[in-house]
């Protein structure tokens, strides 16, 4: 595996004003089933993914880029290909019960669509899907399909490199988009996409961690104000994590990074409440997952090759098979020592001297505080899988909130059993290797009270 050397630059000690771009232009659990259809713009009901549009069962409306040549066992094996594909249907999850929040309600959707190029590049990730069900032209009818039929208010999309493909589709359904490419030789990026009629655009601002010392991955920061009720903005976060399991210091360093320009944009607009979106690329049980959510890490404690937590999350791993093709050296690589340099250590916290990461935002997880189905959910109450392919299974995808917001409801995953049905992702009738998350949030009644979302965690910063 060839090394990833990083700046030795502090990014802590560089973060850059921000640059302001004008725009152009329930009380009680209940379940709501939806369908993804083109031609629709709400939600039903009842809600089921095809390739030859959607079945409507109720008509009731309502509101890594690399990939590393280890080989794994695929206790799977190749699915027969004339198997019948499983139904896939996914149902809306209402909060058990809400704080006083208002009526102004909106939703985002965090999902890497899987780029084109990738998608052939690391053809040994998709040994059990057709190949008919990579093809671009058909997995981008069945992701704009899905997005238009979800209805959402703000979309996140990672891994884009057909952005134009997407925005033909979008601005149609009356959507305007931005996006971020990654840099260096990458051919894909970050997309966001909002209703125009809803949202206005106060600031779009985009980072390159490249700048840093934090590798080629990018990120979008964009403030967003009702239209209908000025007083209610909002800050999204979209970002793609880098994805080497083995460089938990750059993963580290790029949250840090985002969470913290992420305070000063929102502290810009008045304090207001923050969402971050995207593929992080790190499991609930991961360190950096317990980073996220207590705004603090001691990466002293941690082998950084293992604070991700993707090492854990191969098949046969997920699926106690022991049955696996060793590799003898990633053995000895992950028995032998692997102390902290000190650019390692700088890398992930901005400071050398500094064993202590921290980030300024108080964050909690939307799927994580909508209770779900023990068929879907872990035991953090994070979905159990948001990607699947022939050499991983698990959760990489969140929406993470801020004070100021209430979860309202979530759109919950696919069960373990429907996906290992599918035989790997994308299938017949889902056209990414990861499932779309989807929270809607009400803003909280009392305005003011986001005022004290940041964490006491900026002050630790100063001192370090």
């Known amino acids: 595996m060839r090394s990833e050397a990083t700046s030795s630059s502090s990014w802590l000690s560089r973060i850059p004003p921000t640059a302001t771009s004008a725009p152009s232009g329930g009380s009680g659990k209940c379940r709501h089933f939806i369908f993804f259809s083109s031609s629709c713009c709400k939600a039903t009901n009842t809600i089921s993914c095809g390739s030859n549009g959607p079945t409507t069962h109720s008509s009731s409306s309502s509101p890594s880029t690399r990939s590393y040549s280890r080989r794994w066992y695929n206790p799977l094996r190749r699915k027969p290909f004339d198997e019948p594909s499983p139904d896939i249907l996914r149902h809306w999850i209402d909060a058990d019960h809400n704080p006083i929040s208002s009526q102004e309600r909106f939703s985002v959707v965090s999902y890497n669509i899987l780029g084109d ?4 590049k690391h053809r040994d990730l998709y040994q059990n899907v057709r190949y008919e069900y990579m093809k671009w032209n058909r997995r981008k009818r069945l992701i704009c399909q899905e997005l238009i039929g979800l209805n959402p208010d703000i979309i996140c999309l990672q891994e884009v490199d057909r952005y134009f493909d997407i925005l033909n589709v979008m601005e149609k359904a009356g959507y305007a988009g931005c996006y ?9 990026g970050c997309a966001m996409f909002w209703k125009a009629d809803k949202f206005r655009l106060l600031e779009q601002t985009s980072i390159e961690f490249k ?3 934090l590798r080629e991955n990018v990120a979008q920061l964009s403030a967003f104000e009702m239209r209908n009720t000025k007083s209610r903005r909002v800050l999204v976060g979209n970002v793609h994590v880098l994805y080497n399991p083995n460089r938990g ?9 985002l969470s913290s320009r992420a305070r000063i ?9 923050v969402v971050l979106a995207g593929d992080f690329n790190i499991t609930p049980q991961s360190a950096i997952y317990k980073f996220l959510s207590s705004s603090e890490l001691n990466i002293k404690s941690y082998d950084r090759r293992d604070l ?8 046969a791993q997920v699926f106690e098979v022991k ?12 028995l032998l020592p692997n102390g902290w340099t000190d650019e390692e250590v700088k890398v992930a916290t901005g400071n050398a001297q500094c064993y202590l990461a921290v980030h300024p935002l108080k964050l909690n997880s939307s799927y994580a505080s909508v209770k779900g189905s023990p068929r879907t959910r872990g035991i953090n109450g994070e979905p159990l899988a948001t990607s699947y392919h022939s050499k991983f299974f698990g959760t990489v995808d969140y929406l993470w909130y801020t004070k100021g917001l209430v979860p309202t409801r979530v759109l919950d995953t696919l069960p373990v059993d429907i996906l290992r049905r599918t035989g790997g992702l994308p299938c017949k009738k889902l056209g990414s290797d990861h499932l779309a998350l989807v929270s809607e949030f009400a803003f909280a009644e009392a305005i003011n009270e986001c005022n004290d979302y940041m964490s006491t965690s900026s002050e630790k910063i100063a001192m370090h």
């Open 117 to 120: 190029k990738n998608a052939f």
């Open 180 to 188: 971020k490419r990654r840099t260096g030789d990458n051919v894909d």
């Open 211 to 213: 700048e840093f010392g």
């Open 249 to 257: 210091e750059v993963k580290l360093g790029q949250i840090c990074f």
């Open 265 to 273: 944009v929102a502290e810009k607009w008045g304090h207001i409440p």
């Open 308 to 315: 991700s937590g993707q090492r854990s999350c191969h098949l």
């Open 323 to 334: 049955k696996e093709i060793i590799n003898p050296f990633a053995v000895m690589d992950r």
